[in-house]
């Protein structure tokens, strides 16, 4: 399973963007695919993540009512929807998997995209 993040843009505060994730080769229901960010200087953080079945969506408390995952099956991709950005909000986004079963995520996320690049000025 390869991921791989596309999507990078530069915005004025207020904008939005949308991140496509390509996850290529996912094998079942039983996986969950997320975005993180890593602003300069700072720890990897959890931004989102959604189940592959699309059942289920969670997000980080910082970005909760301005960012939306979604998947597109066919086409493996997930979706990371940035609304209302924030200057706070630029960082590098990755996307990586994880499995998800019997209601939990199990073991850690793993096959890591390359990332890319969202700067947001004020």
Do not use: M
């Not at 909760?64 to 990371?80: C, E």
């Not at 986004?93 to 969202?118: E, I, L, N, P």
């Amino acid at each position: 399973v390869q991921l791989q993040a596309f999507g990078r843009g530069s915005v004025q505060a207020g904008g939005s963007l949308r991140l496509p994730c390509v996850a290529s080769g996912i094998p079942s229901d039983s996986y969950a695919v997320g975005w993180f960010r890593q602003a300069p200087g700072k720890e990897r953080e959890f931004v989102a993540a959604v189940t592959w079945s699309g059942s289920k969506a969670y997000y980080a408390e910082s970005v909760k009512g301005r960012f939306t995952i979604s998947r597109d099956n066919a086409k493996s991709t997930v979706y990371l929807h940035l609304d209302s950005l924030k200057p706070e909000d630029t960082a590098v986004y990755y996307c990586a998997k994880r499995v998800f079963d019997s209601g939990r995520f199990v073991r850690a996320w793993d096959a890591w995209g390359q990332g890319t690049q969202v700067t947001v000025s004020s």
